[in-house]
C-alpha cells in the first residue's frame, strides 16, 4: 500500500471541508483508475516535528493574515494499485491546497515563475511514502 501524507497548518473549521474535498478526490482517482483504492483519513493535531511546524507558521504569517487559531493536521491518502506515477498522484492531491495560478500568454513574462505564484490555502508539507517500502 503507498501513502501520501500531508501536514497542513489550518484554522480547525476548515478540516472537515478540507477531508471531504479529499474523499471525492479518491473516488475521482479510483474512478479513473489511477488507482484500485483511495481511502483518506484525517487526524487532528498529529506528532510533527517542531522545526516543520515553525517552518510552516513562518509561511503562514509571511503569505497570509493569519487567522489567530490554527493547528496541524494530518491526511493520509492509503492507495493500492497506483498506475503511473506516485507523484503524479500526490500533485493532484496537492491541487485541494494550492490555488491555480493564471499564467501569462507571454512566453518571456512566464519564465519569471515566482511572480505568477499563488500562495496556498493553507501551508502544508507532503511526504509520499511508495509501497515497495
Known amino acids: 500500500m503507498a501513502i501520501i501524507q500531508f501536514d497542513c497548518l489550518m484554522p480547525d473549521s476548515d478540516t472537515e471541508a478540507l477531508a471531504q474535498r479529499f474523499t471525492q478526490l479518491s473516488h475521482l482517482i479510483t474512478r479513473d483508475g489511477k488507482a484500485e483504492t ?3 483519513t484525517h ?3 498529529p506528532t ?3 522545526e516543520i511546524i515553525t517552518q510552516l507558521r513562518a509561511q503562514l504569517h509571511q503569505e497570509h493574515h493569519p487567522p489567530t487559531h490554527v493547528t496541524m493536521h494530518r491526511y493520509v ?3 493500492t494499485v497506483v498506475t503511473g506515477s506516485l507523484n503524479q498522484v500526490a500533485m493532484l492531491y496537492a ?3 494550492t490555488p491555480p495560478a493564471n499564467l501569462p ?5 512566464a519564465e519569471n515563475e515566482s511572480e505568477c505564484e499563488i500562495p496556498a490555502r493553507y501551508p502544508w508539507t507532503v ?3 511508495p509501497s515497495s517500502w
Open 43 to 45: 487526524n487532528a493535531n
Open 38 to 40: 483511495a481511502q483518506v
Open 105 to 109: 500568454h507571454n512566453a518571456v513574462a
Open 77 to 79: 491518502v492509503h492507495l
Open 48 to 50: 510533527v516535528p517542531t
Open 95 to 97: 491541487r485541494l491546497l
Open 127 to 129: 511526504q509520499i511514502i
